[in-house]
C-alpha cells in the first residue's frame, strides 16, 4: 500500500516563501507522475502542478508558474513545492498525489494515492 505525506504548512505572511514536502512510502510505490493539489477555504479542488517521477518534468498551473517550484529527490521519495512570493489566494490545504497512469493530466482521478494534506495560510 502507497502512503503519502505532506509537511511543512505553516501560517506565513504576504512575500514570504515556504516549502513543503510529500514523502512517499510504501512496497509499491513508484509512480510515473506526482502532483500538488490544494483546497482554499470554501473552493473546490485545485491543480497545482505536477512532475514526472523519471525525468523530472513539470508542469504547473498559470496561477503559480512564476512563483512556485516542484522537485523531486528519488532517493528519499520525496517530492517538494517550493513557494516564493505567497499571496493570501495560496491559503489553502496543500495535497500530494502519485499516478502510475502513462497520462500526462492534471485530471485528479488519474492520481491513485493522496496525502492527508498539510495547511498553508498567508497572512496580509
Known amino acids: 500500500q502507497v502512503q503519502l505525506v505532506e509537511s511543512g504548512g505553516r501560517l506565513v505572511q504576504v512575500g514570504d516563501s515556504l516549502r513543503v514536502s510529500c514523502v512517499g512510502s510504501?512496497?509499491?510505490?513508484?509512480?510515473?507522475?506526482m502532483a500538488w493539489y490544494r483546497k482554499p477555504p470554501g473552493k473546490d479542488l485545485q491543480f497545482v502542478g505536477l512532475?514526472?517521477?523519471?525525468?523530472?518534468?513539470?508542469l504547473y498551473v498559470d496561477a503559480v508558474k512564476a512563483r512556485f517550484t516542484i522537485s523531486r529527490d528519488n532517493a528519499q521519495n520525496t517530492m517538494y513545492l517550493q513557494m516564493d512570493n505567497l499571496k493570501p489566494e495560496d491559503t489553502a490545504r496543500y495535497y500530494c498525489?502519485?499516478?502510475?497512469?502513462?497520462?500526462?493530466?492534471?485530471?485528479?482521478?488519474?492520481?491513485?494515492?493522496w496525502g492527508q494534506g498539510t495547511q498553508v495560510t498567508v497572512s496580509s
Open positions: 512532475i514526472s517521477w523519471g525525468g523530472g518534468n513539470t
Open positions: 498525489a502519485s499516478s502510475i497512469s502513462t497520462a500526462l493530466t492534471a485530471q485528479p482521478t488519474e492520481y491513485a494515492h
Open positions: 510504501g512496497p509499491t510505490f513508484s509512480p510515473t507522475y
